[in-house]
Antibody, heavy 122, light 109 residues
């Protein structure tokens, strides 16, 4: 059974770059048909899609964050990562990684990490 | 940009009752890419419904989804205590590629 686990600093200073990694276990990142996704949730708020990456390296980002976001992969480690630059307090949120299944669930996100809280503060 | 509007914002019901949650899209969307999630406090969302009406693996049959075009519904036939949570609808667009979420409906006892 595929599991996802986020890791990274819980606090980032304003104007710096937020960096998180999601480790895929129990399955291969190389499997076709899955888009490896980052989602965030501001405190007490709803869900916001950040972007996703395919095993081939294709990436798509939320237009509102596109100028600051980079999602990359490290297939040797079965990981994918998020970098969000020039952060402000508005980027304080719980960050989730998730797997979106293109073929079976029609891009429904069927596997999620537990989430990691990132606070932007000096 | 597609906007998903969920109603009501909060729904107060009792165990055993039926819940009906609504998700309205700002323009017609493909039901193939319409999903519903359940989120409990301190937990990640859980996929309930995909393709507007198909239950995800392991989801009890008291959960059902329906709808097309701009109007979609999540129904829970007989509420169990563990069903009280926040529910989100979600649409995935393929051109351009992006996800949109509704603002959520809180189902409370």
């Amino acid at each position: 059974q595929v599991q996802l686990q986020e890791s990274g600093p819980g606090q980032v200073k304003p104007s710096q770059t937020l960096s998180l990694t999601c480790t895929v276990s129990g399955g291969s990142f190389r499997s076709g048909g899955y888009w490896w996704t980052w989602i965030r949730q501001h405190p007490g708020r709803g869900l916001e899609w950040i972007g996703y990456i395919y095993y081939s390296g294709s990436t798509y980002y939320n237009p509102s964050l596109k100028s600051r976001v980079t999602i990359s992969k490290d297939m040797s480690k079965n990981q994918f990562s998020l970098k969000l630059s020039s952060v402000t307090a508005a980027d304080t949120a719980v960050y989730y990684c998730a797997r979106a299944d293109e073929y079976y669930n029609y891009y429904g996100m069927d596997v999620w990490g537990q989430g990691t809280t990132v606070t932007v503060s000096s | 940009e597609i906007v998903l509007t969920q109603s009501p914002g909060t729904l107060s019901l009792s165990p055993g009752e039926r819940a009906t949650l609504s998700c309205r899209a700002s323009q017609s969307v493909s039901s193939k890419y319409l999903a519903w999630y359940q989120q409990k406090p301190g937990q990640a969302p859980r996929l309930l419904i995909y393709g507007a009406s198909s239950r995800a693996t392991g989801i009890p049959d008291r959960f059902s989804g329906s709808g097309s075009g701009t109007d979609f519904t999540l129904a829970i036939s007989r509420l169990e205590p563990e069903d009280f949570a926040i529910y989100y609808c979600q649409h995935h667009d393929t051109s351009p590629r992006e996800y949109t979420f509704g603002q959520g409906t809180k189902l409370e006892i």
